[in-house]
């Protein structure tokens, strides 16, 4: 499902993985019985090939790892987050296109990120 740019994040690794973290990073909150979850998997992988270097790209199932996504207050899935600096910057919610990522990720990149 994951390409080898996109890893796995747990409850027990989200904030030494993500919050710790020096580089941004997207997680990718998911199920496996998710429709729109598993069509935006694609996108996912080629957003963390197109950022690779500049951002980690990490997925985390929610069946799995309820503690992390009550935390955010994920309710609906899928659903983006981008951290930096250990703070939510950014927040999208259900299946949208690559463009809309690529959006949100240049506001907290910054706009000269050449993708």
């Given at each position: 499902?994951?390409?080898?740019?996109?890893?796995?994040?747990?409850?027990?690794?989200?904030?030494?993985?993500?919050?710790?973290?020096?580089?941004?990073?997207?997680?990718?909150?998911?199920?496996?019985?998710?429709?729109?979850?598993?069509?935006?998997?694609?996108?996912?992988?080629?957003?963390?090939?197109?950022?690779?270097?500049?951002?980690?790209?990490?997925?985390?199932?929610?069946?799995?790892?309820?503690?992390?996504?009550?935390?955010f207050g994920i309710r609906g899935i899928p659903a983006l987050?981008?951290?930096?600096?250990?703070?939510?910057?950014?927040?999208?919610?259900?299946?949208?296109?690559?463009?809309?990522?690529?959006?949100?990720?240049?506001?907290?990149?910054?706009?000269?990120?050449a993708v």
């Amino acid at each position: 499902m994951a390409s080898n740019l996109v890893g796995a994040v747990t409850d027990a690794s989200f904030d030494a993985t993500v919050l710790a973290s020096e580089t941004p990073v997207l997680v990718d909150f998911w199920a496996a019985w998710c429709g729109p979850c598993r069509a935006l998997a694609p996108v996912v992988d080629e957003v963390a090939a197109d950022y690779a270097g500049k951002l980690k790209v990490l997925k985390m199932d929610v069946d799995s790892n309820p503690a992390t996504a009550g935390r955010f207050g994920i309710r609906g899935i899928p659903a983006l987050l981008v951290f930096k600096g250990g703070k939510v910057a950014e927040q999208i919610v259900g299946f949208v296109p690559k463009e809309h990522i690529d959006g949100a990720l240049k506001r907290v990149l910054g706009a000269t990120v050449a993708v």
